[in-house]
Nanobody, 120 residues
Framework: QVQLVESGGGLVQAGGSLRLSCAAS????????MGWFRQPPGKEREFVAA????????YYADSVKGRFTISRDNAKNTVYLQMSSLKPEDTAVYYC?????????????WGQGTQVTVSS
């Protein structure tokens, strides 16, 4: 069993930055690919970024490439999402996820979500 708790969301102006954190409990964190998803208002949940267990490989949605950076600290059981040059269209509830399979985006565990609102 893994529990994921996100923090760091909030209201920011367009062009600003935020860093989301996801603290994980459970012994399997270091062995799992971790990711971030988001659900904009009135839309379906979508993939944002992922990082594999050895820190080497990262993956991003085209819409956030060059603006968002995913990282993790296995010693702290924490994964981060640094978001820069934020746009109003980045407004969404952001969810941390422990992934079973990145190719299919099958998720093992979800966090409860944190709201990010970008004002224009």
């Amino acid at each position: 069993q893994v529990q994921l708790v996100e923090s760091g969301g909030g209201l920011v102006q367009a062009g600003g930055s935020l860093r989301l954190s996801c603290a994980a409990s459970g012994r399997t964190f270091s062995s799992q690919t971790m990711g971030w998803f988001r659900q904009p208002p009135g839309k379906e949940r979508e993939f944002v970024a992922a990082i594999n267990r050895n820190y080497i490989n990262t993956y991003y949605a085209d819409s956030v490439k060059g603006r968002f950076t995913i990282s993790r600290d296995n010693a702290k059981n924490t994964v981060y999402l640094q978001m820069s040059s934020l746009k109003p269209e980045d407004t969404a509830v952001y969810y941390c996820a422990a992934l079973l399979d990145l190719a299919t985006q099958k998720v093992d565990y979800w966090g409860q979500g944190t709201q990010v609102t970008v004002s224009s």
